[in-house]
């Protein structure tokens, strides 16, 4: 990481009372994968932040169907071929492999709760929809706390 944009990260962090861990305090689970399978397993969880990001955007625009494509294509089970999901589980301890497991189900309930906003909008079908979003954030959020691969 480049030193401003480190600097940049730390200074977000501590403003929002978040301490940056060394190693030796990092209490979360540390992961072995071999460097290849790793560093697929990275890019995945890029590409899976890219997706949030790009249903956020749909979502901001009144496109929640636009938003579900996105997740079930990108998160959802039927993406699991595409990011090589088979492979890279053999890898995870069975908590982590259960979250990832958990976060797939819950972006293809997402496109449920879109699809229904789309054919009913209204205030109780939108807060169904952030409720479906939070959930599949929620499953990263609880791998990320426990595990680690560095």
Not at 7 to 16: D, E
Not at 21 to 48: C, G, W, Y
Not at 118 to 142: F, H
Request: proline residues 4%; contains cysteine; glycine residues 6%.
């Amino acid at each position: 990481m480049k030193p401003v944009r480190q600097t940049l990260c730390i200074a977000i962090l501590l403003s929002i009372g978040i301490q940056p861990l060394s190693a030796a305090e990092d209490t979360r689970i540390m992961v072995k994968f071999p460097p290849m399978m790793e560093q697929h397993m990275l890019a995945n969880m890029r590409d899976h932040l890219e997706a949030l990001n790009e249903i956020l955007s749909e979502l901001s625009k009144g496109n929640a169907d636009a938003a579900g494509k996105i997740a079930e294509t990108r998160l959802g089970m039927s993406s699991l071929e595409l990011h090589g999901a088979a492979h890279i589980a053999k890898f995870m301890p069975e908590g982590m492999a259960a979250a990832g497991t958990q976060m797939h189900h819950a972006a293809s309930r997402f496109v449920i709760a879109a699809q229904n906003a789309e054919l009913n909008p209204g205030k109780q079908a939108q807060r169904k929809v952030y409720k479906a979003l939070g959930n599949i954030t929620s499953a990263c959020i609880a791998c990320h706390q426990g595990y680690r691969v560095r």
